[in-house]
């Protein structure tokens, strides 16, 4: 796995992609949360939004759009 220094449209759409796909498997929050968990990324509440980081350095990846954070 790699650090994300920069960002990266092309990386963050990846991202987005990947939660998304996952979102949409999931039947509950809490299981979507794991299953990203499994491809080294998580979910961090926050006052601005929801934020993808990667997992275990909380490095962000990308604000999640307001449609997935629901």
Partial sequence: MSIFI???RFVEAQVLDL???ERAK??????????????GYGIR????GDVVETLPHGVAVC???AALSA
Avoid: F, I, M
Wanted: aromatic letters at 8%.
């Fill in 6 to 8: 920069a960002q990266d």
């Fill in 19 to 21: 939660v998304n796909r």
């Fill in 26 to 39: 999931a039947l509950s929050r809490r299981e979507w949360k794991h299953r990203l968990a499994g491809y």
């Fill in 45 to 48: 509440e926050t006052s601005v």
């Fill in 63 to 65: 604000t999640l759009p």
